[in-house]
């Protein structure tokens, strides 16, 4: 089909065309990609009323879902007579709650679903997925067990058990965590590919235990079990004050094995006094400072069965029931990802050994080496080498980052470190026996396990590498919390960054079960009063809390979690976290202004070093708590509104008003001009709607002028950064967001790509244009925050735009904004829904867009310097016309 359009005097070819043309052939409809609770047949589901969510393939556009019907049993060939039954005539897909009789503890549940669409059709049951039931209380009966007492010992202590199994096995199930971190073992074999376990949690509050079926690990006979542990954020050095034992001095094994023969009876293996306990290779393990491994006090065998006990294997210690609360996982575990070749050796100016691995990354090297017993190789983990060229480690602070192994002289052998990673691009080598083989060194990233959703690519290489910053900084900080940085003595789970960032991460890959996780402590950690701590799991001293921008990641990520996966849930469960932190800033605002206490304020904005002229952009605090403060209240709104809650909605409404005017009273001149005359500063009030509308207008030229009156260059920090180009987009003034992102010069996002970086820096000025550093103090080149430009580039370049009022993207705005010299841009991104993209070329003249839109979801297509909108159902399609 084409179409032929006149837009004032310019001819325009608008053909439209659909891939799939309905009724040629035999629809195809399936179901696929079941979870529940975001995540793929999870085993420890605490949700007792846990929801589905499915995805549906069509072969037809306009696809949408009419009803659905769930079947739920204990077997994975479920019929309609064995399984509870689910249905409804309903558009629903995602994140359905189950609602029929209270499902047991710790039960696999397997389930599939089937789903009618409006073209009449019924698509075959999808393949049958599972979920487990998590484990309540009462189904704990292994007991917590240490090693000595006292816990003093760096050593990382081993435990172990040998059992008997003597019938055929038809499935085992371990539950296992631990205060500290753990790596078990069954048979010789290490159970599970996840690392850091269980993760980190507000351990006074919740801690998780992981769940693995280890039915095909054990053996008719004689097995054994091995596991071993690390101080990690429970116990080892934590936040800045060298604090050790933060949530206990106790390192200990909780482990419960659940075997079933194929006869019906059960076996349960459970930690207790008859296990038994000594010290192996692992010298040492700290997040911050890197392991000492010892390879000669290897055990050899000591996590199989038949292990000969020398004596020093003692007796376990029984520990008392802990008040900890142990949660089933609800996010994705940290595990082993991209693998990096060791690109290059360097010698330095020093006179070091260094390899680039050509990529900044968090994980750690594996290492293969061989050589005379007790040669010690060291290898030391860097961000950057200096302007001569030299290793540069004075940014990580107290943070050693090092690795020492200990050859024992045998053949070659590989090493890794068990209990602690790394943030670096350049590890110095020293010790290394005999000549140094770039093959024997090889780089790998660990983060939580979220899955890559979005894809972004333009003609301009220099806008693709600021991607792949953005990527990476959200891999090495996203490593079982959002961290700000993830290698000097910090990595803390700093709730501004994470919530200056939120949203882009979600762009870039599916954050919903990681953030899910992350809420619960930002919840539990928050104070009586309400206050929301500076970083959670909160490991600051008492008073690190209620900076404005900060703490409102309490309102903010909940509300972009349900806007962006549709999770209503999310809602629900952190409202009164939410009433809470807006309670809190009520109880110490005066005449309805919030002009107390410390905040961070526009965190590291734009300073020159002589600042005779006054250029610094210095935003009053308390004008941007102010706006915090309406931006908290306009959110729960939001959220009291979507979860019909009238008298709450009638009270926020009242209160938003008098804040609005409280700031208008104490930070605008009668003419629209605001105390501060930044870019923050009219950012965060046309953002947040502060202003009457009347003028709105007259604050967007404002701070159009700013930008230009610094050379067409941002000036923002932490809070103003995410929204600037967003506010100005909305004003109309395009262009000049464009001038903005495509600015190559300090201060800008392109300014440390051209420097050669690989992540985002903390700083604009990370690395000075001269090739000094900034002040070694707090200068990461690794820290995401400023990586907030990412989703105003999926929205506004490729122009993928959710509709809040159909959350999760039931709905989409397709609203490319070409500018800044570009000639193409793509964004893929899987939804819950599926795939959505928005693909655009311009080419001879000619203005080229593809869309693809998933099934059950619809459209509104709104084409670049033409006023034709198009709504459209599920399916493909290509527009074309003359772009002049
Ligand atoms: C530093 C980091 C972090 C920031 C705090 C306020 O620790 O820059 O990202 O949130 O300061």
């Not at 061989?370 to 602070?397: C, M, Q, W």
């Not at 807006?582 to 005449?591: A, D, F």
């Not at 919030?594 to 526009?602: C, E, K, L, Q, V």
């Not at 947040?688 to 509308?693: A, G, I, Q, T, V």
């Amino acid at each position: 089909m084409s179409v032929l359009t006149q837009i004032g005097n310019k001819l325009l070819l608008l053909i439209f065309s659909v891939i799939f043309t309905q009724n040629t052939f035999a629809q195809q409809l399936s179901v696929n990609n079941l979870t529940v609770e975001h995540q793929t047949n999870p085993l420890s589901v605490d949700n007792p009323v846990p929801r589905f969510s499915w995805k549906i393939n069509s072969s037809v556009q306009n696809t949408l879902q009419t009803s659905y019907e769930i079947r739920i049993g204990t077997t994975p060939s479920i019929n309609d007579n064995n399984a509870i039954k689910i249905g409804k005539n309903s558009p629903q897909s995602v994140l359905i709650a189950y609602n029929d009789k209270p499902l047991i503890s710790k039960t696999k549940y397997y389930w599939q679903v089937k789903i009618k669409d409006n073209h009449g059709n019924t698509s075959p049951w999808s393949a049958v997925q599972y979920f487990q039931t998590g484990l309540l209380p009462a189904d704990w009966t292994a007991k917590w067990i240490s090693m000595v007492n006292p816990d003093t010992s760096l050593k990382s202590p081993l435990m172990r058990k040998e059992f008997n199994l003597d019938k055929k096995i038809k499935s085992a199930m371990i539950y296992v965590t631990a205060k500290g971190l753990y790596e078990a073992n069954i048979n010789g074999k290490r159970i599970g590919n996840e690392y850091l376990s269980p993760g980190w949690t507000s351990y006074k509050n919740h801690l998780q235990y992981q769940v693995y079926d280890v039915t095909a690990s054990l053996k008719n006979g004689q097995n054994a079990i091995g596991v071993v542990l690390g101080d990690g954020w429970y116990k080892g050095r934590i936040g800045f004050e060298n604090q050790k034992n933060f949530y206990g001095d106790t390192r200990a094994l909780l482990l419960q094995l659940e075997i079933e023969y194929i006869n019906g009876e059960r076996k349960v293996i459970i930690s207790d006094e008859s296990w038994k306990s000594s010290t192996g290779a692992i010298l040492a393990s700290s997040i911050y400072d890197g392991e000492t491994y010892d390879a000669r006090r290897e055990k050899p065998g000591w996590t199989n069965a038949g292990f000969k006990e020398n004596n020093t294997w003692k007796p376990v210690r029984i520990l008392e029931k802990g008040t900890e609360k142990l949660i089933g996982m609800s996010g994705p575990a940290v595990v082993k990802h991209e693998e990096f070749k060791a690109l290059k050796i360097i010698k330095t100016p020093k006179g070091e050994t260094v390899i680039d691995f050509g990529q900044n990354l968090v994980g750690w090297v594996i290492l293969k080496a061989k050589g005379p017993a007790g040669t010690k190789i060291t290898l030391s983990h860097a961000e950057v080498l200096d302007k001569e060229g030299n290793f540069y480690t004075t940014n990580l602070r107290s943070a050693k980052q090092q690795n020492h192994y200990i050859l024992k002289g045998a053949n070659e052998q590989t090493f890794e470190p068990h209990f602690s990673f790394q943030g670096f691009r350049y590890v110095k080598v020293d010790g290394y026996p005999g000549l140094l083989n770039l093959a024997n060194f090889t780089a790998v990233a660990i983060y939580s396990d979220i899955k890559s959703t979005g894809k972004f690519t333009t003609s301009n290489p220099l806008i693709n590498q600021l991607q792949h910053n953005i990527e990476w900084g959200q891999k090495g900080n996203f490593v079982d919390v959002p961290t700000d940085c993830p290698q000097r003595d910090e990595r803390l789970g700093w709730t501004g960054d994470a919530q200056a960032f939120a949203k882009t991460a979600a762009f870039n890959m599916d954050v919903s079960g990681f953030f899910s996780k992350w809420l619960k402590d930002v919840k539990a950690d928050q104070l009586p009063n309400g206050s929301v701590p500076f970083v959670v799991p909160n490991v600051l001293n008492a008073g690190s809390n209620g900076s404005a921008g900060w703490a409102d990641a309490a309102t903010i990520i909940p509300w972009d979690m349900y806007v962006l996966y549709g999770d209503r849930g999310i809602l629900e469960t952190q409202y009164e976290s939410m009433k809470n932190w807006v309670t809190y800033i009520s109880s110490v605002s005066k005449n309805d202004l919030w002009n107390s206490g410390f905040h961070f304020g526009d965190w590291l904005f734009y300073r020159p070093e002589d600042d005779n002229d006054g250029r610094a952009a210095v935003t009053d605090k308390y004008m941007i708590a102010q706006t915090f403060y309406a931006h908290s209240v306009q959110l729960l709104l939001n959220v009291a509104t979507v979860l019909d809650k009238k008298d709450d909605v009638r009270l926020y409404k009242a209160l938003l008003e008098r804040i609005k005017t409280a700031y208008l009273k104490e930070y605008m001149t009668p003419n629209g001009k605001l105390v501060s005359n930044t870019q923050t500063a009219y950012v965060l009030a046309l953002q947040f709607d502060m202003l009457p509308e009347n003028l709105r207008q007259q604050a967007a030229e404002r701070l159009v002028q700013n930008v230009k009156s610094y050379g067409n260059h941002l000036t923002t920090g932490f809070l103003g950064t995410p929204y600037l180009c967003h506010v100005l987009s909305r004003f109309g003034f395009e262009n000049v967001a464009y001038d903005l992102l495509m600015q190559e010069k300090y201060p800008s996002w392109l300014y440390p790509v051209k420097m050669g970086a690989t992540t985002i820096w903390e700083r604009w000025d990370g690395i000075k244009p001269d090739g000094s550093f900034q002040t070694p103090n707090m200068n990461s080149y690794n820290h995401y925050a400023y990586g907030a430009i990412g989703d105003w580039m999926y929205i506004n370049i490729a122009g993928i735009n959710v509709v809040t009022e159909q959350p999760g993207y039931k709905a989409t705005i397709i609203a490319p904004k070409p500018g800044g010299g570009l000639t193409s841009a793509t964004a893929t991104l899987e939804t819950s829904y599926g795939l959505l993209k928005s693909s655009w070329i311009i080419e001879n003249g000619i203005f080229k867009l593809d869309v693809v839109i998933p099934a059950n979801t619809t459209a509104t297509i709104l084409l670049p310097k033409n006023d034709k909108k198009e709504k459209v159902g599920s399916g493909n399609y290509h527009f074309e016309y003359k772009y002049l």
